[in-house]
């Protein structure tokens, strides 16, 4: 409801036929008001139309101000200029319109009271006056004449009286002669109207004056033009008690005398008519004025709502245009209208936003490669085995990657933003580190390389670490790119083949000539025997015994130094690592030795691809080392555990062994697993580095550690077969 | 006892308000100088041809008399109405306009009263005989008797007033608006025949 009132108000049809109706109507009551008979009925009722019609525009007018109220109150775009438009327009429009309104209403005035002059107006009297003057000389002279008749009548019968009436009334040259008896009773009638039935009677008062004694004339006015004379006297009685009757007599005025008087009258009643309707012809000329007045100010009041309304729509919608810029949203296109500058100021508008918008995608594209990169450049840096770390100039920590926090053994991405010095304060893994580079740091190479030997928890390591200064021009602005390298298994294979190859030569080169040794001292124990005496035989005897238990033992040594530099090929097959485990604690379940021997296997443990022989042997020696370290406290507890891990999509199976013994000693621990390394008085010193080289034949890794609650921990770690494998097979290799 | 004594004084006094209140009601209101009444009318069949007499007063309001001797023609309407009575709604059997005009004749200070239906035309020389004279309806022929059935009930009613509408267009407005410029009388009902 209210919305149609609104676009009723708003629409610019309804106006124009509001406005287009108001002005015929007007025009007719301009043309009604002057009297005319074409619109003289409808006079009032356009009054009231119009009336109507003006109170409509009102409402419209007041609904569009309510709006445009509600709008600046709400603050909406262009609705204050809106308001100050409307208000100019109807200054400008009212100060002229008033204008000319009060002067037309005075001129209205002025004009139509000249129509009065006094010199007409006295003019019209005396004419009037003049009329009556020289009629009242005929009617005094018909009074007399009527009168003289009356006297003749005075003694007439009934009978007589028309006839005498016939006569007198060709005498006086009278119209109509009545004689009239007592209540208007007609005694007789002569008229020269032969067809006049009933003669005209006296209206009631003439007959009053009469029966007071008076007598009447009167000039009467003809309904078909003209005047006429009318006389009534009484007729004396002729005695006393006799009726009283009365004389009738009617004269015609002379045509053109009548004529004349009628036209005086009739300007002179005009005149009068026009006087007194004076002040409502002015009265309602000003409210056609008025009406007028009130059509233009209230036409020009909805022509400024509608055209500020107009003209606003295209400032209103740039300025919510630029609201919505402001907030960001680039995508706002205004619609364009004429071609005025108006228009050009919302096309460059739109294509201010048009290049703001591709300028922003253009930043989001590059945002995006940026970040496309880095994200490439870190997935680079973590998938690199390399450690590396970027500094500032001021050797704050700005980046590290996965490598880095292995090698350091805690999560550097916690410190970035602090000062390499002051993370190396609390990580003692790093502070060596920090040491020993921090003369190159602070020397002018561009770049340098360092070795590093670092000292942690699973012994020493080494890195090789290389420093590149960047540039002051650089992103970075003066700071250090270090990468490092953890060398120390490389270093230590290095180390198991020069091992292995002098363990080679060695077995070669001493086995050889330990036989010929063995047996030339059995020939000559045996020639040289039968020929000395007991006690040089005795003697003898015992040296020869010497020398060939040395041979025996030169040669186990030898034996054992062989199957270490022995590289048979391994043969791999599907087993039950767990199986396995159990099997061989079986063998030292009864050690004698007091060790008490445990089992924690995982029951989800995967199917190995392993060598069945060589992890037999890994495991004795294993528990062998253990049962060797406990020996000397007398007893203690062995525990053998298997457990399936996960390591960055690398599937395990790790296996410990964990003793209650004395533990590792620290000089040993880092390279507990190289040849004739031992803690141990006996043994040949090669058992952890066998076990060292079965574990790497299968692609795992190894290493010792010393539990806090005392003891030792070797923890084993072997690759786990792809899923859907073979079966898997028993110990020995039997299909199960 | 006494209770009862007060009951009987209310109800004495609620009586005389009653009274008061249906006297109100019923007086006819008292018609202002200027407007017209109808006195009396009585109606007859006279040769089959229903005739009635009628007695207004007619009193004009001081700016009437003053427009009249201004020259301004005052035309005067007597309207008649005649309905057969049915128990829903009235139908309408005839009705008939009356105008005329009343003038004042400067020249010769008379007033001169015309029956605009008949063009009869007759001067008085007072504004009262003339009034009188238009007030004094004798013999008017109201309807043919025969349009009236037998058996039936039949009202007529008569009124009578200013026409507005005839007076000079500035004073019109006028006429619409203010109630001395358009004196008139109540509806007069009687029943025929």
């Known amino acids: 409801m209210a919305a149609t009132l609104r676009r009723f108000a708003t629409g610019v049809l309804p106006m124009l036929g509001l406005f287009a109706l108001l002005l015929v109507s007007l025009y007719v009551m301009s043309d009604a008001a002057q009297d005319s008979e074409r619109f003289g009925r409808l006079y009032v009722w356009l009054l009231l139309i119009n009336t109507i019609v003006l109170m409509v525009l009102t409402v419209m007018i007041g609904v569009n101000l309510f709006d ?175 009726e009283q009757r009365m004389l009738q007599a009617l004269f015609g005025v002379d045509q ?44 020009a009041v909805w022509t400024a709502f509608y055209s500020s309304r107009r003209l606003m729509a295209p400032i209103r919608e740039l300025a919510e245009g630029t609201k919505a810029v402001a907030a960001g949203e680039f995508s706002k296109k205004l619609p364009v209208g004429n071609r005025d500058e108006l228009g050009f100021l919302v096309r460059s508008f739109n294509q201010m936003t048009a290049r703001l918008a591709s300028a922003r995608d253009e930043a989001d594209r590059s945002r995006k490669q940026l970040e496309r990169q880095r994200t490439y450049l870190e997935a680079v840096l973590r998938h690199l085995s390399s450690g590396v770390l970027t500094l500032d100039r001021n050797l704050v920590l700005r980046m590290n990657n996965a490598a880095a926090d292995q090698i350091f053994g805690f999560e550097l991405e916690h410190h970035i933003g602090r000062p390499l010095a002051d993370i190396a304060r609390h990580f003692k893994s790093l502070e060596r580190f920090y040491d020993s580079i921090l003369p190159m740091l602070s020397g002018e190479a561009a770049d340098w390389e360092e070795q590093v030997l670092l000292f942690g928890e699973a012994g020493s390591r080494t890195l090789i670490c290389r420093g590149v200064r960047l540039s002051e021009q650089s992103a970075m602005r003066g700071g250090h790119v270090i990468v490092f390298d953890d060398v120390t298994e490389l270093i230590r294979a290095q180390r198991d083949a020069a091992w292995g190859e002098v363990a080679r030569r ?82 030292y379940r009864s050690n004698g030795r007091g060790v008490r021997l445990q089992l924690d296997l995982d029951a989800s443990m995967p199917y190995i691809e392993a060598d069945v022989g060589r992890l037999r042997q890994l495991l004795n020696n294993l528990v062998q080392n253990a049962l060797d370290a406990m020996e000397a406290q007398g007893g203690g507890e062995l525990l053998l555990s298997t457990r399936c891990m996960e390591e960055t999509g690398c599937r395990f199976v790790e296996f410990a062994a964990t003793d209650s013994g004395p533990g590792v000693r620290q000089d040993l621990l880092h390279n507990l697993f190289e040849p004739y390394v031992t803690g141990k008085t006996k043994g040949t010193g090669l058992g952890l580095a066998i076990v060292k080289k079965i574990v790497e034949e299968h692609g795992g890794i190894v290493w010792a550690e010393n539990r806090l609650t005392g003891g030792a921990r070797i923890v084993i770690r072997l690759p786990v077969v792809r899923m859907g494998g073979a079966p898997p097979t028993d110990a020995e290799g039997r299909e199960l | 006892m006494h209770t009862s004594h007060s009951w009987l004084r209310l109800r004495r006094v609620l009586l005389g308000l009653g009274l008061i209140a249906g006297l109100v009601g019923v007086t006819p209101p008292l018609h202002a100088d200027g407007d017209f009444v109808i006195n009396a009318i009585y109606s007859r069949n006279v040769d089959g041809v229903i005739r009635i007499d009628a007695d207004v007063r007619y009193n004009l309001t001081p700016v009437l008399r003053d427009a009249l001797h201004n020259g301004v023609d005052l035309v005067i309407e007597m309207e008649v109405r005649v309905e057969r009575v049915r128990w829903w709604v009235n139908e309408d059997v005839a009705s008939l306009v009356q105008r005329y005009r009343l003038g004042y004749y400067s020249l010769s200070r008379l007033y ?50 200013l026409a507005v509408d005839q007076l000079p267009l500035p004073l019109r407005v006028r006429g619409y608006v203010a109630r001395e410029w358009r004196p008139e009388s109540e509806w007069y009902e009687w029943p025929l025949p």
């Open chain 1, 256 to 299: 053109r005398i009548g004529r004349l008087a009628d036209s005086v009258s009739d300007a002179y009643e005009a005149y009068r008519e026009l006087a007194y309707v004076r002040k409502p012809l002015i009265q309602s000329y000003t409210i056609t004025l008025s009406l007028v007045l009130l059509l233009s100010v209230l036409f």
């Open chain 2, 112 to 161: 001169v009263v015309q029956n605009l239906n008949t063009g009869v035309q007759s001067t008085y020389p007072s504004l009262g005989s003339a009034l009188y004279a238009l007030g004094a309806v004798r013999d008017f022929p109201l309807m043919d008797a025969a349009l009236l059935l037998p058996g039936e009930e039949y009202r007529a009613g008569m009124r009578t007033r």
């Open chain 1, 506 to 587: 060695l077995a070669h080169e001493i086995k050889n000539p330990l036989t010929p040794i063995q047996l030339s001292a059995e020939r000559l124990q045996r020639k040289l025997m039968p020929e000395l005496d007991e006690q040089d035989a005795r003697m003898l005897a015992r040296s020869i015994h010497t020398i060939v238990q040395q041979v025996e033992a030169m040669k186990a040594m030898v034996n054992a130094f062989s199957d270490y530099a022995r590289a048979p090929a391994i043969e791999l097959a599907t087993l039950d690592f767990n199986a396995l485990i159990g099997e061989v604690a079986e063998l």
């Open chain 1, 68 to 242: 445009t109220v509600r709008r600046v109150m709400h603050r909406e775009a262009g609705s204050r200029l809106t308001l100050r438009l409307v208000v100019m327009f109807v200054i400008l429009s009212l100060a002229p319109v008033s204008i000319v309104y009060y002067f037309s209403v005075k001129f209205i005035e002025r004009g139509i009271d000249s129509w009065f002059d006094v010199r007409v107006e006295g003019a019209l009297n005396d004419a009037l006056e003049l009329s009556r003057t020289s009629l009242d000389y005929r009617l005094r002279r018909h009074l007399k004449q009527v009168e003289t008749l009356a006297q003749e009548l005075r003694y007439v019968t009934p009978q007589m009286a028309p006839h005498l009436l016939g006569e007198q009334r060709q005498r006086v040259e009278a119209s109509e002669l009545t004689l009239f008896g007592e209540i208007t009773r007609i005694i007789a009638v002569s008229s020269d109207d032969t067809t006049l039935v009933v003669p005209q009677f006296p209206a009631e008062e003439i007959v009053l004056m009469l029966k007071q004694g008076q007598n009447y004339v009167g000039l009467e006015p003809l309904a078909e033009g003209g005047l006429r004379v009318r006389v009534v006297v009484p007729v004396p009685r002729a005695d006393p008690i006799s």
